[in-house]
Nanobody, 123 residues
Framework: QVKLVDSGGGLVQVGGSLRLSCEAS????????IGWFRQAPGKEREGVSC????????YYADSVKGRFTFSRDNAKNTVYLQMNSLKPEDTAVYYC????????????????WGKGTLVTVSS
């Protein structure tokens, strides 16, 4: 069965750090497009970071550049999102998602989603 399990969320103070994980089963993440998305209460789901299978490039939303780092461990079939210097506006449910075929990291194009993990940043 194809499955994505995202985890690592929690409650942190401003300036703190968290590392989110996304473990895949039923398929191999290598050569796939996979990204992290987030959704705050009352807002649309938005892209945070993405690794595209088309060229292997890593992309970040302007709001997280310099603070978040997306990495992958193919041996473990797992990807990570290291989040540093967290701000209150980073508070949201974070989801990992995968596109089986294609290299565009967009909400509408994702084929599989994790259940989400809540990140709360308090001041």
């Amino acid at each position: 069965q194809v499955k994505l399990v995202d985890s690592g969320g929690g409650l942190v103070q401003v300036g703190g750090s968290l590392r989110l994980s996304c473990e895949a089963s039923g398929f191999t993440l290598d050569y796939r497009t996979i990204g992290w998305f987030r959704q705050a209460p009352g807002k649309e789901r938005e892209g945070v970071s993405c690794i595209s299978s088309s060229d292997g490039s890593t992309y970040y939303a302007d709001s997280v550049k310099g603070r978040f780092t997306f990495s992958r461990d193919n041996a473990k079939n797992t990807v990570y999102l290291q989040m540093n210097s967290l701000k209150p506006e980073d508070t949201a449910v974070y989801y990992c998602a995968c596109q089986i075929i294609g290299g565009v990291c967009e909400v509408s194009g994702m084929d599989y989603w994790g259940k989400g993990t809540l990140v709360t940043v308090s001041s």
